[in-house]
């Protein structure tokens, strides 16, 4: 999530703004400090505009 974030030169609001998300909950989730449940992770996927797969392959 993070390189693909960075990728398109999204900061973390911006994401979390396109997802519906907070952005705390999203930077943990980057930093491995929170789980993401399937139902976020669909949504993130959602905000990036790209398959749920795409986020959960290695790098």
């Given amino acids: 999530m993070r390189r693909?974030?960075?990728e398109r030169g999204w900061?973390?609001?911006y994401l979390a703004h396109e997802c519906?998300?907070?952005?705390?909950?999203?930077?943990?989730?980057e930093r491995s400090e929170q789980n993401i449940s399937i139902d976020n992770l669909y949504r993130v996927a959602q905000g990036f505009g790209v398959e749920s797969w795409t986020l959960l392959k290695a790098e």
């Fill in 20 to 29: 519906g998300l907070n952005r705390t909950y999203l930077s943990a989730v």
């Fill in 4 to 6: 693909l974030r960075a």
């Fill in 11 to 13: 900061s973390q609001e």
